[in-house]
């Protein structure tokens, strides 16, 4: 397959040198090892762990809520 597009994206200093690593490591052109990754790992979605972790404090929170207003209704 003729390969005639580039993609371009912008990273930082030390990003750089650890793709550029993985690369030399594993014996890969930069082509190579981002295609390769790009192609076969899956997807996931990004979820802030500090929000998860909130929201679970905010539902311990009002189940708490729920039972005192359960007791005071009785």
Not at 38 to 61: C, M, S, T
């Amino acid at each position: 397959m003729n390969r005639d597009r580039t993609l371009r994206f912008r990273i930082n200093v030390v990003e750089e040198e650890e793709i550029e690593s993985r690369a030399r490591n594993g014996g890969l052109s930069l082509s190579d090892l981002l295609r390769t990754g790009a192609q076969h790992h899956p997807i996931r979605a990004l979820v802030d762990p500090k929000a998860v972790a909130d929201l679970g404090k905010i539902n311990g929170d009002l189940a708490r809520v729920a039972g005192k207003l359960a007791f005071v209704k009785k």
